[in-house]
């Protein structure tokens, strides 16, 4: 148990269905994160939220939306996605210092399998 | 461009001892950090290093040279627990965390 909960574990969807991802972290950090993890390649940093305000989309396709609402809660929303995103999708929080030296805590994350 | 080298995939034996090297090149240098997966885990933290020298914590230890771009993690008295994947992360001048493709390890009896 890490302290950050996501749900589903797992995923199939079609392409076009919307779904969403949830994160919730029990920690009291101040800055939650959304990784793309695919297979035999490096963790690719998608969402930053930092005291609910996001700092960071590293040109993340629209089709994925995230969304804060507070700083305990994370979603992912997700629509029309392709069979290429098919990957494990990784939530952290983190407590935000400056300079930002901490470490991540992650979910155990949702398998998604887009057909 | 930024990049993080590890090897894809080790074998050891249980009661060994297992070096998994890591080489970067990053723009500036923040600190580096091991993470230990599980196959269908959480990635969970193993340590950081931000200065030249050798952290020990337990079984485990993680030297680092900034002078050479290089760390490694030690494993001792390999356990079959110690399966998993290793996955090294280096933060740059940025405060972002660029990642390796992580390194499988494989303890056999």
């Known amino acids: 148990e890490t302290g950050v909960t996501q749900t589903p574990r797992h995923l199939v969807m079609g392409m076009t269905n919307k779904k969403s991802l949830k994160c919730e972290q029990h920690?009291?950090?101040?800055?939650m994160y959304w990784y793309k993890q695919s297979a035999k390649k490096p963790l690719e940093l998608m969402f930053v939220?930092?005291?609910?305000?996001?700092?960071e989309n590293n040109s993340v396709p629209s089709r994925f939306s995230p969304e804060c609402p507070n700083s305990s809660h994370l979603f992912l929303h997700l629509h029309t996605l392709q069979p290429e995103d098919s990957a494990l999708y990784l939530c952290?929080?983190?407590?935000?210092?400056?300079?930002?030296?901490?470490?991540?805590?992650f979910g155990e994350g949702s398998r998604l399998t887009v057909l | 461009g930024q990049n993080i080298d590890q090897p894809t995939e080790m074998t050891a034996t249980e009661g060994a001892i297992v070096q998994i090297n890591c080489t970067y090149q990053?723009?500036?240098?923040?600190?580096l950090f091991w993470y230990q997966q599980h196959a269908g885990e959480a990635p969970t933290f193993l340590s950081y290093?931000?200065l030249d020298g050798l952290e020990e914590k337990g079984r485990f230890s993680s030297f680092l040279s900034r002078s050479k771009g290089y760390s490694y993690l030690l494993l001792k008295e390999l356990q079959m627990k110690d399966s998993a994947s290793y996955l090294c992360?280096?933060?740059?001048?940025?405060?972002?965390?660029?990642w390796g493709a992580g390194t499988k390890l494989i303890i056999k009896p």
């Open positions: 952290a929080s983190s407590q935000v210092e400056q300079p930002n030296t901490g470490e991540l805590f």
């Open positions: 920690l009291g950090h101040n800055a």
């Open positions: 939220y930092n005291f609910k305000e996001q700092t």
């Open positions: 990053t723009s500036g240098f923040n600190g």
């Open positions: 290093n931000v």
């Open positions: 992360a280096v933060m740059d001048s940025n405060y972002q965390l660029i």
